[in-house]
């Protein structure tokens, strides 16, 4: 037998070279698709038994969550690649050291470290049964839910973070950290990492302000010490005292200890000046506080979501969850990539009444089975099948059924707190009634149904029963959907579902049911050769090829004369790093912005870059974690798509086989806004409100029917209470600025030294 330093070069060879392919599949020409992770994977491999030299190593989809990160690994043993394992090794063990996380989380650096450490190598003892190959991600994230949003309802900005401490005072960084806005914070019982009744529900007020002070009052029947320049203070029951940037603040009993940061005054400065200076040159930097579409338009647009630390009118006409879950629903289909149980049943307990409830998720299994243990006895789970490598459910969507109809909601958001609380997203919905029970015309079947249908059946969720006030038991499942009338459906769907598309099906999915779609439509010639804008939150393994087969199919169209509209150049939205230094989470905002350098820095790309600006949404410190691609005139719409889907293959799917094929590797679903025949008198439906009409008053004369809806931005200048207009509230600037030489575009992977708005580096 050979000895262990002969074991010890060919074990470290192997797993190098293991650690290579991983890096080159999870984050390269794969495209894994990257997101909101908290849920840790699990790696194992079969054991060793001696009669062979290889073994299959085989993985499953490893997600790593907690705001906007995803580790997708291939199944090699799917593709029948093996590893030869030396005889000598028992397992290798290959670790990944945590990088910063939101507020509210933790990440990992790229596997490169792995490659470049040899201490991230370690052997362990030889007479274990079989070989591991394991990445390690510790992180620790306790819901703060209840807690913050109560702060967020007496918010007006972001201000502070308290991080928690160890007993030796160094930073906890299995705890997160908590978020303190602007006004009374209240501190307590369910801010610290393990259950304290010792400890009041409210310990402690502490009151910050946007000029950088703050203070603290006691509201328990406990005192609370602060340190302070080297001196400890103790505050009893109703006192108060004055803070500043870096006390600590212990709680007692139970020694909780907590540091107080707040930002930089050269930070808070600087962005006060550039929004002082944004005012000054136009009046649309606040055009969001007139957004305000009447209900008829409503259908017609979208809305952002509120977002805490933002002042009052920055939230104008924008929703929340408890905005959609609304009335006396009977069944619900959840669908999305994340889900975070305890903050949803929180956020929003009107979920926790629904008699029928059908999730269906993208979580890893380690995730699944903690949902599956916590999750109400009527909820029902479902995971699509993922029938090619690196494919992800990522489609966000609800489905509600009412006794007076559905309400179909298609959004950008995860369902975990900081999507819905601190990132740039957007929310469309519309109400439909339920179709007259002797109307069986298949011809009144319109675009959307078709669309809805054709997705929902793709899912194959495991049909369950409802009992629907006046209609009995019925059966839930894609078929049930055909029973609405989608007849004023004022958008079409877009969806990607992963497979080997061919023939007609071909044109159903991805950039191709957007191409089909687009080359049906009649445009304004203003918009001949108009440009694009691409804007996402991450970005895939592109090439040039691809990335012109994905503009042709945007590029589609023709104008009233029969011309096509041509090639539009497009523009990627993408923040820059002093974009996510300065935003409202600092660096921690980067997490859900989670591209490696080696997808960013392409030099092809460079020429596309755009900035991310969002003055007039009050969103340019919001980090987008919304998808939208459009085409553009000035602030004129030809057409405009909020979507689940990131800027990569695995999302669009690529043209395969001499372009017979199109390849796709996970679920997407977007809403397409066209212009349309405008309905001065449309069906104004509500499934909440019992006195809204299910019928239109009166039909459409010929002239009204070939009047067009123009789509337009908020800062279009003009009358937006005609009725053709339909302002789409579009978060951020058009025309987009392009990067100057000065702006480097936000790369995960990558350290920076310069700290934030509240004094972090990255990584931390």
Same mark, same amino acid.
């Given at each position: 037998?050979?000895?262990?330093?002969?074991?010890?070069?060919?074990?470290?060879?192997?797993?190098?070279?293991?650690?290579?392919?991983?890096?080159?599949?999870?984050?390269?020409?794969?495209?894994?698709? #990257?997101?909101?992770? *908290?849920?840790?994977?699990?790696?194992?491999?079969?054991?060793?038994?001696? +009669?062979?030299?290889?073994?299959?190593?085989?993985?499953?989809?490893?997600?790593?969550?907690?705001?906007?990160?995803?580790?997708?690994?291939?199944?090699?043993?799917?593709?029948?690649?093996?590893?030869?394992?030396?005889?000598?090794?028992?397992?290798?063990?290959?670790?990944?050291?945590?990088?910063?996380?939101?507020?509210?989380?933790?990440?990992? *650096?790229?596997?490169?470290?792995?490659?470049?450490?040899?201490?991230?190598?370690?052997?362990?003892?030889?007479?274990?049964?079989?070989?591991?190959?394991?990445?390690?991600?510790?992180?620790?994230?306790?819901?703060?839910?209840?807690?913050?949003?109560?702060?967020?309802?007496?918010?007006?900005? =972001?201000?502070?973070?308290?991080?928690?401490?160890?007993?030796?005072?160094?930073?906890?960084?299995?705890?997160?950290?908590?978020?303190?806005?602007?006004?009374?914070?209240?501190?307590?019982?369910?801010?610290?990492?393990?259950?304290?009744?010792?400890?009041?529900?409210?310990?402690?007020?502490?009151?910050?302000?946007?000029?950088?002070?703050?203070?603290?009052?006691?509201?328990? #029947?406990?005192?609370?010490?602060?340190?302070?320049?080297?001196?400890?203070?103790?505050?009893?029951?109703?006192?108060?005292?004055?803070?500043?940037?870096?006390?600590?603040?212990?709680?007692?009993?139970?020694?909780?200890?907590?540091?107080?940061?707040?930002?930089?005054?050269?930070?808070?400065?600087?962005?006060?000046?550039?929004?002082?200076?944004?005012?000054?040159?136009?009046?649309?930097?606040?055009?969001?506080?007139?957004?305000?579409?009447?209900?008829?338009?409503?259908?017609?647009?979208?809305?952002?979501?509120?977002?805490?630390?933002?002042?009052?009118?920055?939230?104008?006409?924008?929703?929340?969850?408890?905005?959609?879950?609304?009335?006396?629903?009977?069944?619900?289909?959840?669908?999305?990539?994340?889900?975070?149980?305890?903050?949803?049943?929180?956020? /929003?307990?009107?979920?926790?009444?629904?008699?029928?409830?059908?999730?269906?998720?993208?979580?890893?299994?380690?995730?699944?089975?903690?949902?599956?243990?916590?999750?109400?006895?009527?909820?029902?789970?479902?995971?699509?099948?993922?029938?090619?490598?690196?494919?992800?459910?990522?489609?966000?969507?609800?489905?509600?059924?009412?006794?007076?109809?559905?309400?179909?909601?298609?959004?950008?958001?995860?369902?975990?707190?900081?999507?819905?609380?601190?990132?740039?997203?957007?929310?469309?919905?519309?109400?439909?009634?339920?179709?007259?029970?002797?109307?069986?015309?298949?011809?009144?079947? /319109?675009?959307?149904?078709?669309?809805?249908?054709?997705?929902?059946?793709?899912?194959?969720?495991?049909?369950?029963?409802?009992?629907?006030?006046?209609?009995?038991?019925?059966?839930?499942?894609?078929?049930?959907?055909?029973?609405? %009338?989608?007849?004023?459906?004022?958008?079409?769907?877009?969806?990607?579902?992963?497979?080997?598309?061919?023939?007609?099906?071909?044109?159903?999915?991805?950039?191709?049911?957007?191409?089909?779609?687009?080359?049906?439509?009649?445009?304004?010639?203003?918009?001949?050769?108009?440009?694009?804008?691409?804007?996402?939150?991450?970005?895939?393994?592109? %090439?040039?090829?691809?990335?012109?087969?994905?503009?042709?199919?945007?590029?589609?169209?023709?104008?009233?004369? *029969?011309?096509?509209?041509?090639?539009?150049?497009?523009?990627?939205?993408?923040?820059?790093?002093?974009?996510?230094?300065?935003?409202?989470?600092?660096?921690?905002?980067?997490?859900?912005?989670?591209?490696?350098?080696?997808?960013?820095?392409?030099?092809?790309?460079?020429?596309?870059?755009?900035?991310?600006?969002?003055?007039?949404?009050?969103?340019?410190?919001?980090?987008?974690?919304?998808?939208?691609?459009?085409?553009?005139?000035? =602030?004129?719409?030809?057409?405009?798509?909020?979507?689940?889907?990131?800027?990569? +293959?695995?999302?669009?799917?690529?043209?395969?086989?001499?372009?017979?094929?199109?390849?796709?590797?996970?679920?997407?679903?977007?809403?397409?806004?066209?212009?349309?025949?405008?309905?001065?008198?449309?069906?104004?439906?509500?499934?909440?409100?019992?006195?809204?009409?299910?019928?239109?008053?009166?039909?459409?004369?010929?002239?009204?029917?070939?009047?067009?809806?123009?789509?337009?931005?908020?800062?279009?200048?003009?009358?937006?209470?005609?009725?053709?207009?339909?302002?789409?509230?579009?978060?951020?600037?058009?025309?987009?600025?392009?990067?100057?030489?000065?702006?480097?575009?936000?790369?995960?992977?990558?350290?920076?030294?310069?700290? %934030?708005?509240?004094? =972090?580096?990255?990584? *931390?």
């Amino acid at each position: 037998m050979r000895g262990e330093a002969d074991t010890w070069p060919e074990m470290e060879a192997v797993a190098r070279k293991m650690a290579e392919e991983v890096e080159t599949e999870s984050s390269g020409s794969s495209e894994a698709e #990257t997101e909101s992770p *908290r849920s840790v994977g699990r790696w194992g491999a079969a054991p060793i038994t001696g +009669k062979t030299g290889k073994e299959r190593v085989h993985s499953q989809v490893l997600k790593i969550r907690e705001e906007d990160l995803c580790f997708l690994v291939e199944d090699k043993a799917a593709n029948g690649r093996f590893v030869q394992h030396p005889r000598r090794l028992s397992f290798v063990l290959i670790s990944r050291p945590n990088l910063p996380c939101s507020p509210l989380s933790g990440k990992v *650096r790229s596997v490169n470290a792995v490659q470049e450490d040899r201490e991230s190598f370690y052997r362990v003892p030889q007479n274990a049964a079989f070989y591991f190959f394991f990445f390690l991600y510790t992180l620790h994230c306790k819901n703060q839910t209840q807690t913050l949003s109560k702060l967020s309802l007496m918010a007006s900005s =972001q201000v502070a973070y308290l991080i928690p401490l160890k007993p030796d005072l160094k930073e906890d960084n299995s705890s997160p950290r908590i978020t303190l806005s602007e006004g009374p914070n209240t501190i307590g019982r369910l801010n610290v990492s393990t259950t304290d009744k010792r400890l009041s529900r409210k310990h402690i007020t502490i009151t910050p302000s946007a000029s950088g002070s703050a203070s603290l009052s006691v509201e328990g #029947t406990n005192p609370v010490v602060v340190r302070s320049s080297g001196e400890r203070k103790k505050v009893n029951p109703r006192g108060e005292v004055s803070l500043v940037n870096d006390d600590l603040i212990e709680l007692i009993p139970g020694h909780h200890f907590f540091k107080l940061v707040l930002p930089r005054e050269s930070e808070r400065g600087s962005y006060e000046r550039a929004a002082k200076k944004a005012r000054k040159e136009g009046d649309d930097v606040e055009a969001i506080r007139s957004f305000c579409p009447d209900s008829e338009k409503l259908p017609s647009t979208f809305r952002l979501l509120s977002v805490d630390g933002l002042p009052d009118w920055a939230n104008t006409s924008c929703v929340s969850i408890n905005d959609v879950v609304e009335g006396d629903v009977v069944a619900a289909v959840l669908s999305n990539y994340m889900v975070d149980l305890d903050w949803l049943l929180s956020a /929003c307990p009107k979920l926790v009444n629904i008699p029928q409830v059908m999730v269906i998720h993208g979580e890893g299994d380690g995730r699944q089975e903690y949902i599956q243990r916590k999750k109400p006895a009527n909820w029902i789970l479902h995971k699509p099948r993922l029938p090619i490598s690196f494919g992800t459910h990522h489609s966000k969507a609800i489905f509600l059924v009412y006794p007076r109809g559905v309400r179909v909601v298609v959004h950008t958001a995860n369902l975990i707190h900081v999507d819905w609380n601190n990132k740039s997203q957007g929310l469309w919905m519309q109400d439909f009634p339920w179709k007259d029970d002797d109307d069986k015309d298949t011809s009144k079947v /319109c675009g959307f149904e078709d669309d809805l249908f054709d997705y929902l059946a793709v899912l194959k969720w495991p049909e369950f029963t409802a009992c629907l006030p006046g209609r009995g038991n019925v059966k839930i499942n894609a078929a049930f959907f055909r029973k609405f %009338d989608y007849s004023n459906a004022t958008v079409r769907l877009i969806a990607s579902v992963p497979g080997y598309h061919t023939g007609s099906n071909m044109r159903k999915w991805g950039h191709m049911k957007l191409r089909t779609i687009l080359q049906e439509c009649i445009f304004d010639r203003e918009f001949r050769r108009s440009p694009l804008v691409y804007q996402f939150s991450s970005l895939g393994s592109l %090439d040039e090829k691809w990335l012109a087969e994905f503009g042709a199919s945007l590029s589609s169209g023709i104008t009233e004369d *029969r011309t096509p509209l041509g090639h539009g150049d497009p523009l990627i939205i993408w923040p820059t790093v002093e974009d996510v230094r300065c935003s409202l989470e600092g660096y921690a905002a980067g997490n859900a912005i989670p591209s490696p350098l080696k997808n960013v820095e392409k030099p092809f790309l460079k020429k596309y870059w755009a900035k991310w600006k969002a003055d007039h949404s009050a969103r340019s410190r919001a980090m987008p974690h919304i998808k939208t691609f459009t085409r553009y005139s000035d =602030q004129k719409i030809a057409w405009f798509l909020l979507t689940s889907s990131n800027l990569s +293959k695995a999302a669009w799917g690529a043209l395969q086989k001499n372009n017979s094929q199109l390849m796709i590797r996970s679920y997407e679903l977007g809403v397409l806004f066209l212009p349309s025949p405008v309905k001065t008198q449309a069906c104004n439906f509500s499934c909440t409100d019992n006195n809204s009409s299910t019928k239109k008053v009166k039909q459409e004369t010929k002239g009204e029917v070939e009047k067009r809806s123009k789509l337009v931005t908020m800062t279009w200048q003009g009358d937006r209470d005609s009725p053709e207009i339909i302002s789409l509230p579009v978060p951020y600037q058009l025309p987009p600025k392009p990067y100057s030489s000065e702006d480097v575009p936000w790369s995960w992977d990558r350290g920076y030294s310069k700290k %934030d708005v509240y004094g =972090q580096v990255w990584p *931390r």
